[in-house]
């Protein structure tokens, strides 16, 4: 130990009064003079602890310059510009939601950007109590939320049913590669089906292939119109591009002629304009307003409610020779079309002349619990032939545009989706039964408060158009009758001999049946319809379950087995119950390509983009057509 005087110490010399001076100089030579006043201990002392400061700042140093990095980028580096965020799950799917948001484009073969253009809302008001009511912060709903109250039950949108599509990006090899398969041989049924039609009815409306000639029902080919979209989203280049040119040389509506209003809008109108949206050529938009513009005179009746039939040549029309009314289906079936048309071309008279139909409709006596009879009057717009309810023809597409306007139009027109509901609560009420033995759920008739176990193969639509409102977020029971209705549709077709369904069938309900489908003689034939390959793929599209590619891939193998023709072309069968003769009608109808083929694709597709369903709804005819774009 040192002695006292050589002990380390720090000793302060005040300096006098008046001496302390500020100036730069001055603290330099203070400073050092301190510094020189201490010990080395202490030097070193302090010389150890700024040296260790330095390394715990070097040490820390990449994480302040992360945050001051972060902190520069969040500012300046987009520019304003949202980041790109992947695998965002879709939330719209409420009960009285906005638009669907738009989604990043991605390069794939199918629809370019949309022709789109601004459409004004339509706000419908006047709900009757114990029906449809729109909620908001104005009259008691919590936050401003949306929420519709239906018979009591409450559905806000956090509570609207999850049905979105399934990332199918991990699909394995093997999945993939056998859905490639199934989707070159639906391809390959369409070949053999143009090759017929080419051959033998270039031109012309259907196909004979039995007979290798062709049938006329306008004269204005309407097969090659109805395929042209079925074409191109099969990739089909080659056979699209003959397609356009025939269009482009041939297709001529300056004819004295008589067409079925809603024929020519569901195949023609709609046809041309789902062409045109997904190929952008302009082509087809003229030829649509051509066609939309000669079926107007339709509308020009006392009640508005549109005739039957329109000479597209001469501009007049006229109901059918054996009545004067119009079939709900015709006349409500023609509105997507009709509304696309007017928003496309910026004229409102299309949108206007159907919309006042639909409202006329919708507030007319003979309903019952939402169901509508089959026939209208031209004259005084009333039903006629009152107390008959079926899902079936002459009523069937009434409902499907119900709810199909609905979406099309950004889910603000109300009283369609207050008729759609009440309609499914009247299906569920007045029509919906189960089978014997296997407790199938079918959709029979009413008529006069007697009930008939009678099912349309055209009520097949049903499961799709039920599964696709349960999408948009309606009640999630829709979704569950769905499933159980499309598995009826499929036992439709398994039950019978040949593998394919019957026009008609009857379902037993006695105790000891059997065999729960039944058909008559009158109602064996088969048409090559599409209603369950439709419904089976939009349950797909929601669901994912593989059972329902199965069943349609047994459906289109029955299909070439018993009406594949050699010679080019498939045609419709009379007896679906006999397997040496199913007797072929020889006949082509032009929804084979322009609806089922379409269908079969869509199903077997593993791309939930390719027409997506979020961007697209189907016309009655398989036609997409898009979504509106939110109004300005």
Do not use: C
């Given at each position: 130990m040192l002695p006292p005087s050589k002990r380390d110490f720090v000793s302060l010399t005040l300096g006098e009064s008046g001496s302390y001076s500020n100036s730069k100089q001055w603290r330099r030579q203070s400073c050092w003079r301190k510094w020189k006043q201490l010990s080395r201990l202490q030097r070193s002392l302090i010389l150890f602890t700024l040296m260790l400061l330095l390394v715990c700042g070097i040490a820390t140093?990449?994480?302040?310059?992360?945050?001051?990095?972060?902190?520069?980028?969040?500012?300046?580096?987009?520019?304003?510009?949202?980041?790109?965020?992947?695998?965002?799950?879709?939330?719209?799917?409420?009960?009285?939601?906005?638009?669907?948001?738009?989604?990043?484009?991605?390069?794939?073969?199918?629809?370019?950007?949309?022709?789109?253009?601004?459409?004004?809302?339509?706000?419908?008001?006047?709900?009757?109590?114990?029906?449809?009511?729109?909620?908001?912060?104005?009259?008691?709903?919590?936050?401003?939320?949306?929420?519709?109250?239906?018979?009591?039950?409450?559905?806000?949108?956090?509570?609207?049913?999850?049905?979105?599509?399934?990332?199918?990006?991990?699909?394995?090899?093997?999945?993939?590669?056998?859905?490639?398969?199934?989707?070159?041989?639906?391809?390959?049924?369409?070949?053999?089906?143009?090759?017929?039609?080419?051959?033998?009815?270039?031109?012309?409306?259907?196909?004979?292939?039995?007979?290798?000639?062709?049938?006329?029902?306008?004269?204005?080919?309407?097969?090659?119109?109805d395929a042209l979209d079925t074409m191109w989203i099969m990739d089909l280049k080659e056979e699209f591009a003959e397609a356009r040119q025939w269009v482009a040389k041939e297709l001529s509506f300056d004819k004295n002629v008589d067409v079925n209003l809603f024929e020519s809008t569901i195949r023609i109108l709609g046809g041309l304009l789902s062409t045109y949206h997904l190929t952008g050529d302009s082509l087809f938009l003229e030829k649509a307003k051509d066609i939309g513009s000669r079926l107007m005179p339709a509308f020009n009746t006392a009640s508005k409610i549109p005739y039957s039939d329109v000479n597209i040549g001469k501009g007049t029309a006229h109901p059918p020779q054996w009545t004067s009314d119009s079939t709900v289906a015709e006349v409500t079936s023609i509105q997507l079309e009709f509304r696309e048309l007017s928003r496309i071309t910026g004229d409102p008279k299309y949108k206007l002349a159907v919309m006042e139909v639909m409202r006329q409709v919708h507030k007319l006596d003979g309903k019952q619990d939402g169901l509508v009879p089959m026939f209208i009057n031209t004259n005084n717009g009333l039903f006629t032939h009152q107390g008959i309810y079926t899902l079936g023809a002459r009523a069937d597409s009434y409902y499907e545009y119900l709810l199909k306007q609905w979406i099309q139009g950004g889910r603000t027109e109300n009283e369609l989706l207050e008729d759609y509901l009440q309609a499914v609560e009247g299906v569920k009420k007045n029509l919906l039964k189960k089978s014997t033995p296997l407790g199938l759920t079918f959709v029979g008739e009413l008529s006069h408060g007697h009930f008939s176990p009678k099912m349309d193969h055209l009520v097949c639509f049903l499961p799709g158009t039920l599964a696709l409102g349960a999408h948009y977020g309606l009640p999630a029971d829709h979704m569950e009758l769905a499933k159980q209705l499309i598995e009826t549709c499929y036992q439709m077709y398994a039950q019978m001999e040949t593998g394919l369904s019957p026009e008609i069938a009857h379902f037993n309900m006695h105790e000891g049946s059997t065999q729960d489908v039944d058909v008559k003689i009158a109602d064996r034939h088969n048409l090559l319809r599409p209603e369950t390959v439709e419904s089976l793929f939009y349950l797909y599209r929601f669901t994912k379950d593989k059972k329902y590619q199965q069943w349609g891939w047994e459906i289109l193998q029955n299909f070439n087995k018993y009406t594949r023709v050699a010679s080019g072309g498939y045609t419709s069968i009379n007896n679906v119950r006999d397997l040496a003769n199913p007797n072929p009608r020889d006949k082509m109808e032009s929804f084979f390509l322009g609806e089922t083929l379409k269908y079969f694709y869509l199903l077997f597709s593993e791309d939930p983009k390719l027409i997506s369903l979020d961007k697209y709804v189907f016309n009655t005819e398989a036609h997409p057509l898009p979504l509106w774009p939110p109004a300005d």
């Open positions: 140093s990449p994480t302040l310059i992360g945050h001051w990095r972060d902190g520069v980028v969040g500012e300046n580096a987009y520019d304003g510009k949202q980041p790109f965020v992947v695998n965002l799950k879709n939330e719209y799917r409420s009960i009285l939601p906005e638009p669907p948001s738009e989604k990043k484009n991605t390069h794939r073969r199918g629809p370019p950007v949309l022709q789109n253009r601004s459409q004004t809302k339509t706000n419908v008001s006047g709900v009757e109590n114990n029906m449809l009511e729109l909620k908001n912060a104005a009259n008691g709903s919590e936050g401003g939320k949306k929420i519709i109250s239906w018979r009591g039950a409450v559905i806000e949108e956090e509570q609207a049913s999850d049905t979105d599509t399934k990332d199918t990006d991990k699909e394995d090899p093997a999945s993939l590669a056998l859905a490639e398969s199934r989707l070159e041989a639906v391809r390959e049924a369409f070949r053999h089906a143009w090759k017929g039609y080419k051959n033998f009815a270039w031109g012309h409306d259907e196909l004979k292939p039995i007979s290798k000639s062709y049938g006329e029902w306008f004269g204005l080919g309407l097969t090659l119109i």
